[in-house]
């Protein structure tokens, strides 16, 4: 059904989990504000990065936006009079970098719509909701037995997923919710391949996999209905909220802290797990899971979003396991997804870092066995338990399943390799972001540790001895020089002899010049007139050389140098 235009030639499918960084470059002051020079970056590559100029006020604005989330967030206050004072600017600056330094890496704001706009308004100026009224309208007009009630505006994180209330004509009591969303990075399937697999979802029967009413796609979009849940989701349970508030308003900040019981978490893993094995034993990937996305109906978890994968849109927590290079597979993806989905029915918040070094007490310890052997630092590098491990676990083995309906989802060979082939693409694509954030961790690791204090106070120590040792050496070889030039021949080059040396004969072939008288010493006699060039050299420059290198062997003299001697005094009388 083309109820969707196809999206331009060339299109560039964002990757809206990718985390944003800001720096806070320089300040400019105009007449009457100061304007923030923000380089902002989108990954590790310093290649992907702008500049954005941002205004006090557009700050403040924002943090207006962000107060649905009731977080405290460390905005500087206003200030009237002074506030284009040097000084004032300055620790202003610092202030606003540590604004932007918190809601970067709080794993909802960062994810959130205001902030990305904030941070990228280039890439981020599209206004989704009103492109998915238009498409939901050209839906309608080939299926009028559809109606929509209201949009449920931003019940969901995702930048370019939007979901709305809907009834049937004919059964106004009863309501569904319809999700539109378009293709993300992930999808490598052809659009008839992906029309064909989105059609198939309804089709799929199992006890732990939330019915769909209608399901259909094209080359641009999906979009699918669903019953809709007065209770809400997992998510709603353990946070205490109301299915259809705002996405900040329900889960940034909880009033109330409090995990599920012991029997829930039991009964609700185990429910999860099952129906993970299921779609990994059809070969249909997932890699979507969190509370979000499990709906409850009854005791009963039922998993949301299969649609996601064939879309090839990013998983809720792929910021995390992205850092880890050996969760490379989408049955990887949904353990690791279960790790956080147990934490957070056990301590009723998501985990503070990844990995987690300590866990708070918890109803039981086999509960804490399970997320050691996900969670943990160990667990990231050696590998974690697969889903059939994770069944046969003291926690959810002696689980009891009453619900007899058989599971049912037929997919033909065809696909079953279209998917295969797509499966392997989204792993390839995880693999070699993994790549570039490890070399980059390793590079800014070098470079930290090539820049820290006790390795400058190494490189100078280092230097020290190195120009000490050239020093040494340096005197070593003039002092080898000098002795050199004074043993081979220096009487034959220098002016300066002795009254008993005896004096060079004659270059020109003259006879044999008898000894100088004593001081003061007669000049010698002229030569002969010759054609040859005399072979003695200028005595000037060899008693400057002389003189210098005589200078530079005192200079550099070290006693511990010299050699010890022993003398034979013959000065005492023999007696014989």
Avoid at 40 to 53: D, F, L, T
């Amino acid at each position: 059904m083309a109820f969707m235009e196809k999206p331009p030639a060339g299109k560039v499918l964002l990757d809206d989990t990718v985390p944003l960084t800001a720096q806070i470059e320089a300040s400019q002051s105009l007449h009457s504000h100061t304007e923030y020079i923000i380089r902002v970056q989108r990954g590790v590559s310093a290649e992907n990065s702008w500049q954005i100029v941002r205004r006090y006020s557009d700050f403040d604005l924002l943090n207006n936006s962000l107060q649905i989330s009731t977080l405290s967030l460390p905005l500087p206050p206003k200030k009237l009079i002074g506030n284009m004072e040097r000084e004032f600017i300055a620790e202003r600056q610092k202030g606003l970098q540590a604004y932007l330094d918190v809601i970067t890496t709080h794993h909802i704001l960062s994810n959130c719509e205001l902030v990305k706009k904030f941070l990228d308004p280039n890439s981020y100026s599209v206004n989704y909701t009103e492109i998915a009224l238009q498409h939901v309208s050209m839906f309608f007009r080939s299926e009028p037995k559809w109606e929509v009630v209201e949009p449920l505006k931003d019940i969901g994180w995702r930048i370019r997923k939007k979901y709305f209330l809907m009834k049937i004509k004919n059964q106004p009591k009863e309501r569904l919710m319809l999700s539109w969303a378009d293709p993300g990075p992930d999808k490598y399937l052809s659009d008839k391949d992906l029309q064909y697999a989105v059609k198939l979802l309804s089709s799929c029967s199992h006890p732990y996999i939330y019915k769909i009413t209608f399901a259909t796609a094209n080359e641009s979009s999906a979009l699918v209905i669903r019953p809709f849940s007065e209770k809400g989701t997992l998510k709603d349970l353990i946070y205490k909220a109301k299915p259809k508030d705002p996405f900040l308003k329900k889960y940034c900040n909880p009033k109330k802290i409090q995990g599920l019981e012991l029997q829930q978490i039991k009964t609700y893993g185990r429910q999860i797990l099952e129906v993970l094995k299921f779609l990994h034993e059809k070969g249909f990937p997932y890699g979507h899971l969190h509370s979000a996305n499990v709906m409850l109906d009854g005791d009963t978890c039922k998993l949301l979003d299969l649609e996601n994968s064939l879309l090839g849109l990013p998983s809720f927590y792929r910021s995390y396991f992205s850092q880890f290079r050996k969760i490379n597979t989408l049955e990887g993806v949904d353990v690791h997804c279960f790790g956080h989905l147990l934490y957070e029915m056990t301590y009723g918040r998501p985990p503070d870092t990844i990995p987690v070094d300590s866990f708070p007490p918890a109803p039981s310890v086999f509960v804490v066995s399970v997320l050691e052997s996900i969670l943990t630092c160990e667990a990231m590098k050696n590998g974690m338990p697969t889903v059939s491990r994770l069944l046969q676990m003291p926690l959810f083995s002696d689980v009891l399943l009453t619900n007899s309906e058989k599971p049912q989802f037929k997919i033909p060979t065809k696909l079953k390799e279209a998917l295969k082939t797509s499966k392997e693409c989204i792993e390839k694509r995880l693999t070699e972001e993994q790549k570039l954030i490890h070399q980059h961790r390793r590079l800014t690791r070098a470079q930290s540790h090539h820049g820290s204090e006790e390795e400058k106070k190494k490189r100078k120590i280092l230097a020290r001895k190195k120009s000490k040792r050239s020093a040494y050496e340096s005197g070593e070889e003039h002092s080898a020089k000098y002795s050199n030039s004074n043993n081979s021949g220096s009487g034959a080059s220098s002016p300066l002899t002795s009254p008993s040396s005896p004096t060079p004969p004659s270059t020109a072939g003259a006879s044999s010049i008898p000894p100088a008288p004593p001081p003061p010493p007669l000049p010698p006699a002229a030569p002969p007139p010759s054609t040859e060039v005399p072979t003695q050299p200028n005595p000037q420059p060899d008693v400057s050389a002389s003189r210098g290198a005589l200078l530079s062997s005192i200079q550099n003299f070290q006693k511990g140098t010299l050699k010890k001697t022993q003398t034979c005094d013959y000065s005492a009388p023999r007696i014989s």
